[in-house]
């Protein structure tokens, strides 16, 4: 068993951690034993306020905004190296956070490392336009940065999912506020401490733990805050907006969903089966874009199931840190009994267990929020967790007869974030991708996404995206400059 982790994370406000205005600490406990793990201090109103003064004259006065982005970018790429150099740390702490399998987190942070780089390579890229007006005119785009940005993020990817609006909000200049979730700030508190050494100017990048209605809601409302972006769920994203909508700010919304993976008969079964397992037992299911919902053409529904349920059960349970473990716990005691709940209600309801439905047996995985990889058929249309994004590692199966069937089902729900498909004609992905009601389709592969492409959900699923070339305008506003240069019109000889 791996020890506590024994100094306490702090907030990081104008380049010092500091514990806070109330001085308090919270005790975040391991997920795969609910023994103490780290203790974090907690956030406050007050707090907020003090990181976005720091933000504000950081912003203000450092030449982090000033410059035209070769040094930011030098600044960024020296952040992806130190974060590269010390990846196997973050990892260890992303994963005795969350609980996710150690080979998960380190793709995590690899991955943030690789998006470091690719918003360093863009920050000196950030260019206006002229545009051609009639008479003694010239007409100037002025990109310039917003001021301080905020950023609210989730548990369940924690330094991910921050550093995916963080990167390009401060490629493009801008002052950054975090708000990392109250659960799993671990390695956001731990990469704030890197910014100092690589060059990020005290106040540039501020991370404040705490609750999200008292700290997350001070933040929006503060009048130095210049746009909002979030990730989480949708309850909490409506009343983002709203509070951003008071103040007419730019928002960004990453939310839920419950993602079909469509599988036609033609496909490849066995990859296929690998594909859904990822899709829907990775990070314990705790993923926005997991393929929760696997809609399988009647005529191989039998041994597909059989595959998809071979690869659950033999799923090997454990703690994250542990070698050749493949799927963790939950994240807390609280998420297991919902998600639990969703499984206990549909089988009530008529739904059947294929695998899974219930909670780890092993003794030495009883204190931790162990859940089977868990495979339900014939759930009941109107059950919750048909309907309702479950967030655990809980895959409900249908069968379709044809195409529009399938499609159908794949659009009956009120998320639109990512679908997969699964068949090798090239016809059939095409077409049905195009009919479906969802910001990503990714086709005879498990969700997967890079940094250069856009990530967005429609529908219940958000508003606006993320990643890509693009993001970096979430970030900076065009001022126009038109210019009269004098004079009156020369007449010709
Ligand atoms: P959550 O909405 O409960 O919390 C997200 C963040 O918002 C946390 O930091 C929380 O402290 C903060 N918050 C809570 N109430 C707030 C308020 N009133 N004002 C300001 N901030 C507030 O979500 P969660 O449980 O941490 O994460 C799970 C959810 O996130 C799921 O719905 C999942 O689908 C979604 N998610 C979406 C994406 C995506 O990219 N679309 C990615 C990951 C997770």
Redesign the pocket.
């Known amino acids: 068993m791996e020890a506590t982790v024994e100094a306490p994370f702090d907030l990081i406000i104008g380049g010092r951690e500091i514990p806070g205005t109330r001085g308090e600490h919270q005790e975040l406990l391991d997920p795969a034993t609910n023994r103490p793990l780290a203790r974090v201090a907690v956030g406050s109103r007050e707090d907020a306020r003090h990181a976005m003064e720091a933000a504000d004259r950081a912003f203000r006065e450092s030449p982090w905004a000033q410059d035209d982005g070769a040094r930011r970018s030098k600044t960024l790429m020296r952040l992806a190296a130190r974060l590269e150099a010390e990846a196997e740390a973050f990892a260890r702490l992303e994963t005795r956070n969350v609980g996710k399998p150690l080979r998960e987190a380190r793709v995590d942070v690899g991955y943030v490392t690789r998006t470091l780089e690719y918003f360093g390579g863009l920050a000196d890229k950030i260019e206006g336009e002229t545009i051609p007006v009639p008479g003694p005119r010239v007409d100037l785009t002025i990109v310039e940065p917003l001021g301080v940005t905020v950023h609210?993020?989730?548990?369940?990817?924690p330094l991910l999912?921050a550093m995916?609006s963080v990167a390009p909000a401060l490629a493009a200049g801008n002052a950054v506020v975090l708000?990392?979730?109250?659960?799993?700030p671990l390695t956001a508190v731990a990469l704030g401490r890197l910014a100092h050494d690589v060059g990020i100017p005290d106040g540039i990048l501020n991370i404040v733990p705490?609750?999200?209605?008292e700290?997350?809601?001070a933040?929006?409302e503060d009048s130095r805050c210049r746009s909002v972006s979030?990730?989480?769920?949708?309850?909490?994203?409506a009343?983002?907006a709203e509070?951003a909508a008071r103040r007419h700010l730019p928002v960004t919304?990453?939310?839920?969903?419950k993602g079909p993976a469509i599988v036609f008969p033609d496909a490849d079964l066995d990859r296929a089966a690998k594909g859904i397992g990822y899709g829907i037992f990775q990070n314990a299911g705790?993923?926005?874009?997991?393929a929760s919902r696997l809609i399988v053409h009647e005529s191989v529904r039998g041994p597909l199931l059989e595959r998809v349920r071979a690869i659950a059960d033999g799923l090997k349970l454990g703690p994250g840190t542990q070698d050749g473990v493949e799927m963790g716990p939950l994240v807390s005691r609280e998420q297991l009994d919902r998600v639990l709940g969703y499984v206990r209600e549909a089988i009530d309801e008529g739904a059947h267990a294929v695998a899974g439905g219930a909670r780890a047996a092993e003794p030495e995985l009883a204190d931790g929020n162990f859940l089977r990889p868990t495979v339900l058929a014939d759930v009941p249309p109107s059950a919750r967790a048909l309907r309702e994004?479950i967030?655990g590692p809980v895959l409900s199966t249908m069968p379709f007869g044809d195409t529009d069937d399938a499609v159908r089902l794949a659009n009956d729900t009120t998320y639109g974030?990512l679908s997969t498909l699964w068949t090798r004609d090239l016809a059939t992905a095409h077409s049905v991708a195009r009919r479906l009601e969802s910001g990503m389709v990714v086709v005879n592969e498990a969700p997967i996404t890079f940094p250069q492409l856009p990530?967005a959900?429609i529908k219940g699923?958000?508003l606006g995206f993320?990643q890509g070339r693009r993001a970096v305008e979430s970030f900076v506003r065009r001022k126009n400059l038109l210019l009269h240069l004098g004079g009156g019109r020369k007449k010709s000889a």
């Open positions: 609210i993020a989730p548990w369940n990817y999912l995916r708000k990392p979730a109250s659960l799993t705490g609750g999200g209605r700290v997350g809601e933040l929006i979030f990730t989480g769920s949708g309850e909490v994203g009343r983002i509070l919304l990453e939310l839920g969903g705790q993923m926005c874009w997991a994004e967030f974030l990530f959900g699923s958000g993320e």
